[in-house]
Structures are given as C-alpha cells and as structure tokens.
C-alpha cells in the first residue's frame, strides 16, 4: 500500500485523470485489510493483552526488538530472538505482587482486585454516566462511556483480558453503566450481584445484553477463598431491588488486612450491621462516595478504618464527599485518600499505597 500511496501522489501532480485506477485499487486494498481485521478479532486467541511494560521491560523490548530485525535482515532466521520478545511480553501480563486499585472513573465506583501471580483478578463495579435527553445535534456519533473509555483500557494497561469475578453492588448507573461495554472487549467468567437488582431497567438490559456470561444473584453468606485471600458477602441479607440500601457489602481478607467494600450503602444499613464483626476493617471503601447520608459516627467507630479510600468526581454536582463525613473520619484518625484528589489509588501488597497512573 505504501508504494501505492506514493504512486497515487505522483500521478495527483503529472494527470489527475489517471487517478482514478490507483484509488480504486488503494480503496479496495483497505477495505479488505480492514474486514481481515474484524473477521480476525472475532476468533478466540487471535488477540494478546500484554499491558503496559514497565520502564526496564520496555528497554529490554526495545533492545530485542531492534536486533531482531538486524538478525532478520542478515540471515534470514527469526525464531532465535523472538522467542525472548515474546517472553517479555508474557512477563508484563503476570501480576507478581497483588494489587487493589481504585480506579478514578469520576463519579463513580469502580475497584480492581488482583491476587499475586494472576492467581485472582476480581472487579467490584464499573462506573457509569448518568445520561440525559439530549437534542440531537448534541449527541456525539461515538459518545464517551467510562467503560470503554476508562475502565478498560485500565484493565489491559494491567494486562488483564478477562475477570474471575465482576461484582455489581446495587442497578445504579454510576456503579454498572460501563458493564456491557467492559463485556465487549474483556471476558467475564462470572458476574454477581444482588437478588433483586434484576427488577430495575438497567440490571435488565444488562442481563440480557450479557447472555452469554454466567451469573449469580446473592445475598449475605455467600463467599469464596483463593489462596490467602477471602471474600464474604455480608449485606444484604434479603431481596432488595438494587437500590443503595441494596448494596453488596464485602468482607475481605487482603495481603493480612481487613477490608471492607461497601458499595452505595447509607445510615439504615449500616445500622443494622453494627452486630457483625466482619465490618471491623483495617480499610474502608467509603459507602455512596462520601455522602452525608453514610458513615455514620456509630458505624466508623465500630469498623475503626485507619484508613479510608472515597471514591467520587471532581467537582461533582453532589458536593461528593460531604464536610460532616470528612470530619467524622478525620475525628476517628483515620487517613483519607479521594480519587479526585489523587486520582486512581492503588494498594500493592506488602508495599502500601501509592496514587495517579504509575
């Protein structure tokens, strides 16, 4: 194509009317090559997330990349130097450490959990816009959606290409707009949530749009282990229908540390859980992104969080998070970290905390 390219250019300036046989053929040759690639990204195993390379990996690339083709030109072979090429990038799929990662989707939740040596890769929520009726020559012909936009290129920047375990907390479009679109391009082996969420539109759709992925309605009891790490839910203890007080209320155990994911819940639900030791968390997910409506001084003195993580949009239109539930945290000691402060915070196991795009 590329000497076709420069063939049309050349004819452009000696007789225009010749161009028309070259662009024929240059416009059949990209049609072709582009449904090649459509039929291609439809088979399984043709693509290969390799995530973003750290800075010694992308060297090393670099390095090999570059004698490989030197090696090519010279003789002819090619397996010798790519086999390490390819080594290289299977490295930076693999997730040695174990990370927790609050992913700055705006005004919205969306939380990565991956145990170390890719043993577990399980997401809670995948934010959302909250859309409004627009006139038509308002609305873009490719409109911006934080699941396709953010949420997955996050996950292959991190070499992930598919999820053990998709957890939606409550049918609120800021915790599951992005789900479908997630779907399209990352596999998920299970998606979860709430019995009852199914009842409201959005969760509908969703289902039905995820037909091909198995799912699992819960409710408080259920749980899974994966080496050292453990899930429980504990909330909610009926059928609700998928609204904040609905919310999926996790228990984990991470790297020695208690957390506690809280999804949307408010002040009814956090009440009735005061009984449960399971709340008692080392770190908390701040219910409904630092509403007034939640945390509660009964509720923060019982998990007892030496730190909390708020996830919620810059300048957002609901004063997210709210002065009383700073204050409320900052009297208990613990340390506050906000994704529209710092942008995404992520937890690297036996390192700690560290902020924005790494």
């Known amino acids: 194509m590329l000497p076709l390219s420069f063939l049309t250019i050349f004819l452009l300036n000696l007789l225009p009317a010749l161009l028309s ?19 291609l990204q439809k088979m399984p195993f043709t693509t290969w997330v390799t995530g973003r390379p750290g800075p010694i990996l992308l060297i090393s690339l670099l390095i090999l990349v570059l ?50 040596w890719n043993k577990g890769v399980y997401v809670i929520d995948v934010g959302g816009q909250i859309f409004l009726e627009k006139e038509e020559w308002k609305k873009r012909k490719e409109p911006f959606s934080v699941g396709k936009n953010i949420v997955t290129p ?48 959005i969760m509908k759709k969703a289902l039905q749009a995820l037909s091909n992925v198995p799912t699992r309605a819960v409710l408080a009891g259920y749980s899974w282990v994966k080496g050292d790490a453990t899930f429980q839910v504990i909330s909610p203890v009926e059928r609700g229908e998928g609204q904040n007080n609905d919310s999926i209320v996790i228990s984990a155990l991470l790297d020695g540390k208690r957390w506690l994911f809280t999804g949307d819940i408010e002040k009814e639900t956090e009440l009735a859980l005061l009984e449960n030791p399971l709340i008692e968390a080392d770190i908390l997910k701040v219910g409904h992104h ?25 300048g957002n239109r609901f004063g997210h998070p709210r002065k009383e539930t700073l204050d409320t945290l900052e009297s208990a000691g613990s340390q506050i970290y906000r994704t529209d402060q710092r942008g995404e915070i992520i937890y690297t196991f036996s390192k700690g905390f560290s902020f924005g795009l790494e």
Not at 21 to 39: C, G
Not at 298 to 311: E, Q, R
Request: overall charge neutral; charged content about 20%.
């Open 21 to 39: 046989i070259p662009s024929v053929v240059m416009k059949m040759a990209v049609n072709m090559s582009e449904a090649l690639a459509l039929m």
């Open 67 to 116: 004698y490989f083709f030197y090696y090519w030109e010279r003789t002819g072979k090619v397996c010798r130097y790519l086999i390490p090429i390819c080594l290289c990038l299977f490295i930076g799929t693999v997730n040695l450490s174990g990370k927790v990662s609050i992913i700055d989707v705006g005004q919205g939740d969306s939380i990565l959990i991956q145990l170390p």
């Open 154 to 201: 996050v996950l292959k920047a991190k070499g992930i290409s598919q999820i053990d375990k998709l957890i939606v907390t409550h049918s609120h479009a800021d915790h599951m707009e992005g789900l479908v679109d997630v779907n399209k391009m990352i596999r998920i082996k299970e998606l979860i949530y709430a019995e009852g969420g199914e009842t409201k539109d």
């Open 290 to 314: 630092g509403s007034k409506s939640s945390t509660t001084q009964d509720f923060v003195d019982k998990v007892k969080p030496a730190i909390s993580l708020i996830s919620c949009g810059v």
